[in-house]
């Protein structure tokens, strides 16, 4: 079994490289998980009739935005909290109304590893005579913190100080595979986007 899993609501945080103040050369790296949108994910557009795909037939458009995530680190996990926004639009103006979309939130591990994947949604509310609506959402992810650590021996082959006489003062660690490899294993994305159907889908991707 993994050691890193999603619990229903996931959400996400930020795996980040940022500069050291004391020390511009120092690489600090959060554990979190990242937050992101996947490419293709975050619009969704529904035609009126459903099988048609022309302009004039579109009912409404909606995209997720404004995605942003808090962290929480516990002895055992990482807990990371994810909010969204989704807007959407409808071509004709009409009685109010009221649509649901459903919305997946994935635990990504290296980069390409679909370690988890659960399922939520959002109810958008188009007031009557109204071309707007707006619905914000949320999950909840937990990463087992052994899951996101790198090996000591990593670990101290990434922050060893070197002396300029070394041979390989210059040499950056990242260059080497084993290194790259354990950095990616220990990092995680959390994946937020509408759940789509093969038709949604290849229509995202042929726009």
Avoid: W
Wanted: glycine letters at 8%; hydrophobic letters at 40%; proline letters at 6%.
């Amino acid at each position: 079994m993994s050691k890193a899993f999603l619990v229903l609501g996931l959400l996400a945080s930020a795996l980040t490289l940022g500069a050291c103040n004391r020390n511009p050369l120092l690489v600090k790296r959060s554990p979190c998980p990242a937050v992101a949108i996947p490419t293709y994910a975050g619009t969704v557009t529904r035609f009126d009739p459903a099988q048609s795909r022309n302009a004039d037939a579109i009912d409404f458009t909606a995209q997720i935005s404004d995605v942003s995530a808090t962290c929480t680190e516990g002895n055992d996990y990482l807990g990371s909290d994810l909010a969204f926004t989704v807007t959407a639009q409808r071509r004709k103006a009409g009685p109010a109304r009221e649509v649901y979309l459903p919305v997946f939130v994935g635990l990504a591990q290296g980069g390409n590893v679909l370690v988890s994947k659960q399922l939520t949604g959002v109810t958008l509310s188009f007031p009557e005579g109204g071309l707007r609506a707006e619905a914000r959402g949320g999950a909840r992810a937990e990463v087992h913190r052994s899951a996101v650590t790198l090996p000591p021996e990593v670990q101290q082959r990434i922050t060893r100080e070197r002396k300029p006489d070394e041979a390989d003062a210059l040499v950056d660690p990242l260059s080497d595979p084993q290194v790259r490899a354990a950095l990616r294993a220990a990092s995680f994305e959390v994946l937020v986007g509408f759940q789509l159907d093969d038709a949604s889908l290849a229509y995202n991707v042929g726009k």
